[in-house]
């Protein structure tokens, strides 16, 4: 079955700073990476996916890239604010049952 | 407004005391899913649901029942639960998995056994 791994597992910057998660994955018929955020105490939630047939997505200061030969996506958060600390979780979905594998999550703490 | 929700939101039981945790959706979605997630394992899957009266074995369906007879509702049934079980469960669901749809959570449920 798909293998998703994350790293860091914990990640701090300060205020204005970039972040960098990475996630690798093992299944070449994977086709679908979303990323979900949770903060503290609640539910994790869509904030930027892609799609095989795409190398790179950017939404406002997120963005995700995809290496579908390394078999690995990252996410970006540029000018990084106290409230992008959370829990982020990457994801990989596809292969015969369409299942999707989350990573364990990377926890981000931003330092104001 | 389109949710999924789950009840209780907090749960403290003992060893063996048989519970059900609810979860029902109100956007006609196709797939529903059951996560647990423990600190540093992430997001784990116990069972899904690819439609009414479809359901399969997630990662670690040990210990765990589910049923789908009605499309909104996806109910998690613990027969006979133990401490290792102590975990926060969540429901998912979304318009269906082949169409590589976002998964919407529910809130949560935070279960302890004693």
């Known amino acids: 079955g798909e293998n998703v791994e994350q790293h860091p597992s914990t990640l701090s910057v300060q205020e204005g700073d970039s972040a960098v998660i990475k996630c690798t994955y093992s299944?070449?018929?994977?086709?679908?990476f979303p990323w979900y955020k949770q903060e503290l105490g609640k539910r994790p939630q869509l904030i930027i996916d892609?799609?095989?047939?795409?190398g790179e997505k950017k939404d406002q200061r997120i963005a995700v890239t995809l290496n579908k030969t390394a078999k690995h996506f990252s996410l970006h958060i540029t000018e990084t604010q106290p409230e992008d600390s959370a829990v982020y979780f990457c994801a990989a979905q596809g292969g015969s049952n369409y299942k999707l594998t989350f990573g364990k999550g990377t926890l981000l703490t931003v330092n104001p | 407004e389109a949710q999924v929700t789950q009840n209780p939101r907090y749960l403290i039981t003992v060893t063996g005391k048989k519970l059900t945790v609810t979860c029902s959706q109100n956007?006609?979605?196709?797939?529903m899913s059951w996560y647990r997630q423990d600190p540093g394992l992430g997001l784990r899957q116990i069972y899904y649901?690819?439609?009414?009266?479809?359901?399969d074995k997630g990662d670690v369906p040990e210990g765990y029942k589910v049923s789908r007879k009605e499309k909104r509702n996806f109910p998690l049934i613990l027969e006979s639960p133990s401490p290792n079980q102590t975990s926060l469960y969540f429901c998912?669901?979304?318009?269906?998995?082949?169409?590589?749809?976002?998964?919407?959570f529910g809130p949560g449920t935070r279960l302890t056994v004693l």
């Open positions: 649901s690819m439609n009414v009266e479809v359901t």
């Open positions: 892609i799609r095989s047939n795409v």
């Open positions: 299944d070449s018929a994977s086709n679908y």
């Open positions: 998912a669901s979304s318009l269906s998995l082949a169409g590589y749809n976002e998964q919407f």
């Open positions: 956007m006609n979605h196709e797939y």
